[in-house]
């Protein structure tokens, strides 16, 4: 009798029909975002001892809880249920990641919230427009006047350990196809400084020394690479990589100071956002007069 009660019981079937919780666990850490999400974690574990745990650990950890606690209204909104606004974390730990660990507490609360309201705000009907982490962190340079250290790109420590950003940063790149986007941006980028190298070597001679070196890496990696604000195909990869890393050597050149590289990804960011919308015209246009 108990065997017919159970074979009756839908949630009972459910429960039985669940994976377990380590296969539950190995499909979560297959995806991009927690796979990203691990990356963060073993650069902040390497970072951390030598920015300081206490000043570099607890702005990281503001960071990403004022990301979340913004978005999590929005998303539960769209879902109609709970759901964890991962997005926002990792936009959260990349502003925690790029800021000076000696920033006030309430410019590193108040760009992260930027963050997530950009991307809530500026949008499309199909995707937000530009990156989250780099339009706050322009924002908050230009209206608070907040540092960047980039410490989370490990230029702090001994350029060896460049060579953990570049293996961790390769892997995701890969997961995700995104290889011809960070390699025109590098291509372009490091001849750009090169070239201007022979007309003023001093006027680029710091790009190529530590920590700045590191932070290009960073930036090309984790955030040019956005999926929502970076294109999928490779031509428009190429593109879009070149355009940044052309749009962030000008910005250098020309005074920008210290928000070049955020510079460069938001102009490509715009760039793709038109492009995006002229293809979705173009191919409105095509259906209407067929």
Known sequence: MASVLLSNDPAGTARRNDPPPRASLARLLETPK?????????????????????????????????????????????????????SALLSGVIVGM????????????????LAILSKRLLRTPREHVFNPAALALLLAALAFGSGESWWGALGNLPTPFAVVLVVL???????????????????????????????NPGLVAEQFRDPFVQAALFFALFMLTDPPTSPNRYLEQVVYGSLAATTAGAAQVFGAGQVYLL????????WLAVHRWANRRWVQTGALAT
């Open 263 to 270: 510079i460069g990804v938001l102009a490509a960011n715009a």
């Open 34 to 86: 927690a796979q990203l999400l691990v990356v963060f974690a073993l650069l902040a574990a390497v970072a951390l001892p030598n920015e300081g745990i206490v000043p570099a650990g607890s702005r990281l950890m503001l960071a990403a809880l004022a990301a979340v606690a913004v978005d999590l209204p929005f998303v539960l909104r769209a879902a109609r249920g709970w759901r964890f606004p991962t």
């Open 98 to 113: 790029v800021l000076d660990t000696n920033t006030p507490f309430v410019v590193v609360a108040g760009a992260s919230a």
């Open 169 to 199: 940063g390769s892997v995701l790149v890969d997961r995700m196809n995104k290889f011809p986007l960070v390699l025109s941006f590098g291509a372009v980028y490091f001849a750009l400084l090169t070239a201007l190298a022979f007309v």
